[in-house]
């Protein structure tokens, strides 16, 4: 009897247990569901929120990338019409120089033809000797032409005879420029018959047979005078050297043309 009273218990309380666990079940579904709909908006609308914050900092984002693109380009534009300004110039401005290279006449600009009487030394870039001075209105800085271009400069002059020194000499330069490519440069006599081309710029596009004239830049010598080829170019180490050939053929001149120099 006491088994089955026990048994009985147990079972009532497991009964009652069951539903006070039942209780708790449905007031928490109660309370979550309660909870669910007075949270559920706010929180759909914060989400909604972050969601169109988030695409109108990938719009932003956007926006900044394509106005630096814009910028890039038209600093690109910029510097490509510059370029275009500065080559436009830089035709013409050969243009001009082919043009003066080409038609200069000595005898326009008061020409005095003169024979070459001797050399200092044998070698025939020496400093020359020449049958005219003061007297035949021969004065210091004249230059000397001869038929292929440039020969050199009056160096000092005398009653009744003057010296020329060529570009060749050691001591000689003209500043000139590459009828080409508009290279600007100096050129110095090497000592041995040749002229070698200093201060080029890093960008320098010389190739050889290209012609050179004289520069606007150079006070001592008419601009658009010819004055060599270039026969050696070689790149060294991001330096360029290169080597003229004087287009008057010193080693066969008798007569000079002088012409008024530019000092």
């Known amino acids: ?46 989400h909604r929120v972050f969601e169109s914050l988030s695409g109108l900092r990938d719009r932003l984002d ?9 910028r890039e380009l038209r600093n690109r534009l910029f510097w490509t019409r510059l370029e275009n300004d500065r080559l436009r110039l830089e035709t013409l401005y050969l243009r001009e120089f082919r043009r003066m290279a080409e038609g200069f006449d000595p005898s326009a600009e008061g020409g005095l033809r003169v024979a070459i009487v001797r ?16 007297g035949r209105g021969v004065r210091a800085g004249q230059v000397a032409l001869a038929p292929g271009g440039v020969v050199g400069r009056v160096i000092a002059v005398g009653p009744l005879s003057a010296t020329v020194r060529p570009l060749v000499h050691p001591d000689s330069v003209v500043s000139v420029v590459d009828l080409r490519s508009g290279t600007h440069a100096v050129a110095r006599g090497d000592g041995t018959g040749f002229l070698d081309l200093k201060y080029l710029p890093p960008y320098a ?41 004087p287009g008057a053929d010193l080693t066969a001149l008798h007569w000079l043309t002088l012409v008024k120099g530019e000092t």
């Not at 010389?206 to 008419?222: E, I």
Request: contains cysteine; hydrophobic residues 45%.
């Open 119 to 134: 050399r200092r030394s044998a070698s025939y870039f020496s400093e020359v000797l020449i049958d005219a001075g003061s």
């Open 1 to 46: 009897m006491r088994v089955k009273r026990g048994l009985e218990f147990h079972l009532v309380v497991l009964v009652l247990l069951n539903l006070v666990l039942l209780s708790f079940q449905n007031k928490a579904d109660l309370w979550v569901r309660g909870f669910s709909t007075v949270l559920s908006p706010p929180v759909i609308m914060v």
């Open 62 to 70: 956007a926006l900044r990338l394509a106005e630096r693109e814009n």
């Open 205 to 245: 596009d010389v190739l050889a047979g290209d012609a050179f004239v004289t520069d606007c830049w150079d006070l001592q010598y008419h601009q658009g005078l010819p004055v060599g080829t270039a026969v050696e170019v070689e790149v060294e180490e991001e330096r360029t050297k290169v080597r003229l050939r």
